[in-house]
């Protein structure tokens, strides 16, 4: 059974870079051919896929968040990472992690983080 759990501060303040961790187990990051993915939900809208990191190490991310997204990894601690820059209140959402089988959004079916908010506020 794979879970994903997802971690970092609750609040950031505007300007500021939001960094979550998410951590994975009963699965390894670097098993062919997953895709693990960040992925938020603003008060009253849908989900949004921001961004993954493949299997391989490459990323990919949604075109709009290209300029202030980063999603790395640590191979060792079986982790990735999602920075996001410069953020304003319009970034306050629930931010999941999730595995999938592409550079999309994963499947309703696949496994998912429980979720994490985060507030951008001063």
């Known amino acids: 059974q794979v879970q994903l759990q997802e971690s970092g501060p609750g609040l950031v303040k505007p300007s500021q870079t939001l960094s979550l961790t998410c951590t994975v187990s009963?699965?390894?990051?670097?098993?062919?051919?997953?895709?693990w993915s960040w992925i938020r939900q603003p008060p009253g809208k849908g989900l949004e896929w921001m961004g993954a990191?493949?299997?391989?190490?490459?990323?990919y991310y949604r075109p709009s968040l290209k300029s202030r997204t980063s999603i790395f990894r640590d191979t060792s601690k079986n982790q990735f990472t999602l920075q996001l820059t410069s953020v304003t209140p319009e970034d306050t959402a629930v931010y999941y992690c999730?595995?999938?089988?592409?550079?999309?959004?994963?499947?309703?079916?696949?496994?998912w983080g429980q979720g994490t908010q985060v507030t951008v506020s001063s």
């Open positions: 999730a595995r999938g089988m592409g550079a999309t959004m994963p499947s309703s079916d696949d496994y």
């Open positions: 009963g699965g390894s990051i670097t098993t062919k051919y997953y895709y």
């Open positions: 990191i493949a299997y391989s190490g490459n990323t």
